[in-house]
DNA sequence: GTAATGACCTTGG
DNA sequence: ACCAAGGCCATTA
């Protein structure tokens, strides 16, 4: 039970992602003060499907702006048609313009 | 209870 | 600059 409680943290943090914008999983591990536990975020998106309401997990990738996790989606385009449809451009799987729509929990919610 | 895996990141050679 | 290995935390087998 108490791992739900570092799920929902992960969970509310994407959720108060901007449109647009894009984040990585070390920044979330990092803001939840556990930024060696980025593979931990990482397996928390992996039961974001899972939890209501739904996590804005396309708007999460690699560092290296990778769409690492399309494959867990209903459909690996869907996370791509909703990057788009965000406005951000993806191309062979990976955000285009990644260090300028990168969105810091630092900047929005630490402030 | 031990071992292996994973939507990762950092550091070393 | 590029390639390889390790580490960390949680879940599953």
């Not at 108490?2 to 984040?23: C, H, N, S, W």
């Not at 499907?49 to 708007?59: D, E, I, L, S, T």
């Amino acid at each position: 039970m108490a791992e739900k409680d570092f799920f929902q943290m992960v969970y509310q943090v994407v959720r108060l992602i901007p449109k647009g914008r894009v984040t990585n999983y070390g920044a979330i591990a990092a803001y939840l003060g556990a930024k060696s536990s980025s593979r931990v975020v990482g397996y928390a998106m992996n039961g974001a499907h899972n939890v209501k309401p739904k996590v804005p997990a396309h708007r999460v990738v690699n560092r290296n702006g990778l769409l690492t996790g399309k494959h867990h989606f209903d459909t690996p385009y869907q996370m791509q048609e909703l990057l788009e449809k965000e406005k951000i451009k993806v191309k062979d799987d990976k955000v285009i313009d990644f260090k300028k729509i990168y969105w810091d929990p630092f900047e929005e919610l630490k402030i």
